[in-house]
């Protein structure tokens, strides 16, 4: 799921005014999690609650707290191991601008925010899946960073021979740490439900929520300060 977070990038296109207001937006989401940051991850799926904490600076950075608010087994344990080992690196690089160039068109203003409708770019591997989706952005005015980024699908998505999904719907909401804090992630939502080779069923929905931020990068930082939701 990190890895959704990563594709968020400040490289949007559109009207140059707004295009600049959006790359500062993006710009101020804090990206160093992995090497910055300790923090708590709750997910919840068809499989439990799953609570697990983040610290870089440990042997193994993930501990599995708890599951379904009781302690985990050494099964449970292992298995939730490999597969964050699994998944380490997938976020990592230039993963490009997930808003296609020209596609940025200003929805609405408030005294609070301002709303973005966009098309999402998308490579050649991604071209069959994104071409039905659709994208919505806010940028709070209160500090001017992107509060909220909402993917959804127009029409049956076709990403391959057999495989139609039906719906797709991805949120993420950022928000500041305390009053002046950085920008950080704060809950991660995704559903998808389709059908593959007509027969298999896929319903799939979770929820990541990102808390208890613990500032532990270098102490010479402007970010030394801990920072709590």
Do not use: C
């Amino acid at each position: 799921m990190l890895a959704i977070l990563m594709l968020i990038s400040a490289n949007a296109h559109g009207d140059e005014s707004w295009q600049s207001l959006v790359e500062d937006a993006f710009g101020r989401i804090e990206r160093d999690l992995k090497t910055d940051w300790s923090y708590t991850e709750t997910t919840v799926n068809s499989e439990g609650t799953f609570v697990a904490r983040f610290d870089p600076r440990n042997d193994i950075p993930w501990q599995l707290v708890s599951v379904d608010g009781r302690e985990p087994t050494a099964n449970e344990i292992n298995a939730f191991l490999e597969e964050r080992a699994g998944s380490e690196g997938s976020g990592d690089g230039d993963a490009g601008s997930i808003v296609a160039d020209g596609s940025l068109e200003l929805l609405e203003e408030t005294d609070r925010y301002w709303r973005f409708a966009f098309k999402p770019d998308a490579d050649d591997d991604e071209a069959a899946f994104m071409q039905s989706v659709e994208g919505l952005l806010t940028v709070s005015k209160d500090g001017e960073y992107v509060s909220q980024v909402s993917l959804k699908n127009t029409g049956p998505i076709k990403p391959g021979k057999g495989v139609k999904i039906k719906k797709f719907e991805t949120l993420l909401e950022f928000a500041p740490t305390g009053a002046d804090g950085p920008v950080l992630p704060r809950r991660i939502a995704v559903e998808i439900r389709g059908r593959a080779l007509l027969v298999v069923g896929i319903d799939e929905k979770e929820s990541i929520e990102f808390g208890d931020y613990e500032w532990v990068g270098a102490k010479d930082s402007a970010r030394t300060q801990p920072a709590h939701p």
